[in-house]
């Protein structure tokens, strides 16, 4: 198979493969939400990740069970890929109360923490769960306020763990408005990103981050599937039946045409993608390797969707 394209991920100099991996799929069910993994499902998805030549995975330590399966399937094949985690997020949410359980899968602030102690026990588990010496990346999980950040003294509990050599680029899964903040600090080596042709609010901040010289990670670049496929994806479908995309398709699927749309920003450095089926991962990693849109189609693209969107519902 042809080598999957790759980008530097901004400052940190890592070539990144255009596709990654998201391993929210590979979670299980805690507290009742999520999906079944079936025996040997976490097996035969994790190696055909890296048998495609996918080298970016993201994870979090609220992802239920996905860093131990990453841990126990291709510990040994760590070379391969770059391994980016999360912290300030809940270290076990298979303790959490029936109550709490409700809300795992949406991560509220009540159940993160920002503290010194609870990003290095973050750290801490991450390596011990997924049988590593180090982490490429930490990002801070669900976009935390600059306040919180600068309180707290979360920035410096990283920078400590990069000294220590266990981390070694710090990050931010974030959203606006705190987005914003989190670019001005100057401080992250990554950001992490909604964006899709369907959901654009952020791509100009995504921009003025790239432009920083941050690495550009983004996820829900094929809006979460196709319709009905997930949750709210149909509302999210409706601007691309409202713009006539169908128009523009040349033998691909929609879900094909927006991850290369994805792909062609260029802003954009790894796109992550999570999925249990190796025929999903199989048409994602063909549609990648086709490479970005052309650009007279991405152009037409971008402007019927922003026509599309200055029409009253």
Known sequence: ??????????????????????????????GGVGRPLQPGDPERILNAV?????????????????????????????????????????????????????FIGTPLPKFHDYSPKRIREAVQQSLRRMKTDYLDLVQFHFSPDRDVLEREGSIQALEDLKREGKVRFIGSSSILPNFADH??????????VPYSALQPEHEEAIAEAARAGAGIVVRGGVARGEPGEGQGTDRVWDLWRKANLDELLDDESPTEFMLRFTIASPDMHTTIVGTLSSRHL????????????????????????????????
């Open 1 to 30: 198979m042809p080598n999957l394209p790759t980008r530097k991920l901004g400052r940190t100099g890592l070539d990144v493969t255009t596709l990654g991996f998201g391993a929210l799929e590979i979670r299980g069910m805690p």
């Open 50 to 102: 890296l048998d495609a030549g996918i080298n970016y995975i993201d994870v979090a330590p609220d992802y239920g069970d996905a860093e131990e399966h990453i841990g126990r399937v291709i510990s040994h094949r760590r070379r391969e890929f770059y391994l980016a985690s999360k912290c300030g997020c809940p270290l076990d949410v298979k303790a959490f109360t029936p109550a709490e359980r409700t």
């Open 183 to 192: 670019i001005a600090m100057g401080v992250f080596d990554v950001f992490q």
């Open 282 to 313: 199989q048409e994602n990693v063909a549609a990648a390797l086709k490479g970005p849109l052309p650009p007279s189609i991405y152009r037409e693209a971008g402007r019927r969707l922003a026509a599309a969107r200055s029409v009253p519902s």
